[in-house]
């Protein structure tokens, strides 16, 4: 068995966790819906720690897209944060972003295009980005580390400025590739 | 109350008076209705800006309710949805539960069937009890309710609770007459804001 190895080409290292923590701090988000992913991991515990902000974890993602719809109905501002195989699961429950034309910022991480070694990852992943756009969400997509906050804020800036429900799309190759050996 | 709750089917709650009962003296009441009948119960019971009617999105009721209560800890929130909408959802049971919102309240109208599509028995008509699983997903309050004197106290608990709290109310499957509240999205959300917050965008 080939043991996969992270990303080669890595410069500096970026804390981009913590950038999207700002931003979504700037932009006053106070809910935040996830499906743990491990590319999200430590954005997750920046939130969980942020005592501005509400944590709830969703046993499937569409469940955080009601979740949000709430939260705007409520006066809050939100992000749902999950892997690109929860994309397919709120399918229907994206009806209501364009129905209400109400706001929501997605932040997914992608499984299933650069060096993905599981073929079950591959179906979902492979149509995640054409799936958000379909479903009437801008779709923003990040390859490298230093976009990663302007294209958060960007993606905010979307939803909350302009009312079109949006989402960062956290390419693979920026991820790393899953290690498979520890 | 054993003899109560064997009741026969057709001394079976009446939804529109479950709704009408739990509505009564509403104050500053939050209301999502999840899509189908309890739509319609609701409007038919008085439409009002402060009712949040969903008309697809099915299996969100209860979500989108605990995304309001935790923007309004200060509200009192009620979902008013049917059993095949909830089972759509049932993850959202243990997602709540988890969360512990003390000022959400739902409500189950739990007629056994798909009545939108033609009356087929849904799996509460089979024997799963969701009152059982909201129970074991951490609701403090979780019950059937059977009788006009349980809907009473139902209604004081959803405008008092301190706890979330779960009611499968068991109605009669008989199909009523429509009564359609808007159908407008942007107008029902903006609205909702309008009245909640002063502001529909």
């Not at chain 1, 302007?150 to 693979?172: F, K, M, R």
């Not at chain 2, 056994?112 to 699983?133: F, P, W």
Request: charged share 20%; glycine share 10%; with cysteine.
């Amino acid at each position: 068995m080939i043991a996969p190895h992270e990303g080669s080409d890595a410069p500096a290292r970026i804390d981009w966790p913590a950038q999207i923590h700002e931003a979504l701090r700037a932009w006053e988000v106070r809910q935040v819906g996830y499906v743990p992913d491990a590319g999200h991991s430590r954005l997750i515990e920046r939130c969980h720690a942020d005592p501005q902000m509400v944590t709830t974890v969703l046993t499937t993602e569409e469940e955080g897209v009601a979740l949000l719809a709430g939260a705007w109905l409520g006066g809050q501002r939100g992000v749902l944060l999950m892997q690109s195989s929860g994309v397919g699961n709120c399918i229907n429950m994206f009806s209501l972003l364009k129905s209400c034309r109400m706001p929501l910022v997605a932040i997914v991480t992608m499984r299933g295009e650069w060096g993905e070694f599981n073929p079950w990852q591959i179906p979902m992943g492979s149509t995640t980005p054409r799936s958000l756009e379909l479903a009437g969400l801008a779709t923003y997509r990040v390859e490298r580390e230093e976009l990663v906050r302007e294209t958060v804020e960007v993606a905010l800036g979307c939803a909350y400025d302009t009312h079109c429900p949006s989402a960062v799309i956290l390419s693979q190759r920026m991820l790393g590739r899953k290690k498979w050996t520890d | 109350m054993d003899r109560l709750n064997k009741a026969p089917a057709e001394s079976r709650l009446d939804r529109r008076q479950v709704v009408a009962t739990l509505l009564r003296d509403r104050a500053d009441l939050l209301v999502v209705t999840g899509l189908g009948a309890p739509t319609y119960d609701c409007a038919a019971a008085g439409d009002h800006p402060n009712n949040f009617y969903l008309w697809g999105a099915m299996g969100g009721a209860a979500m989108l309710g605990l995304g309001l209560a935790t923007a309004q800890p200060g509200r009192r929130v009620l979902v008013i949805t049917g059993d095949g909408e909830m089972l759509m959802g049932l993850g959202a049971l243990a997602t709540i539960g988890a969360r512990k919102p003390a000022n959400l309240s739902i409500v189950v109208l739990d007629n056994e069937r798909y009545a939108e599509t033609g009356g087929q028995r849904t799996h509460t008509a089979h024997g799963v009890d969701l009152a059982a699983v909201a129970a074991g997903c951490g609701f403090a309050s979780a019950t059937t309710v059977r009788t006009k004197a349980q809907v009473e106290t139902l209604r004081d608990a959803v405008h008092a609770a301190d706890c979330p709290l779960f009611a499968a109310v068991k109605v009669d499957p008989a199909d009523l007459p429509r009564v359609l509240p808007p159908r407008d999205g942007v107008y029902l959300a903006g609205r909702f804001r309008q009245a909640l917050l002063g502001e529909a965008f």
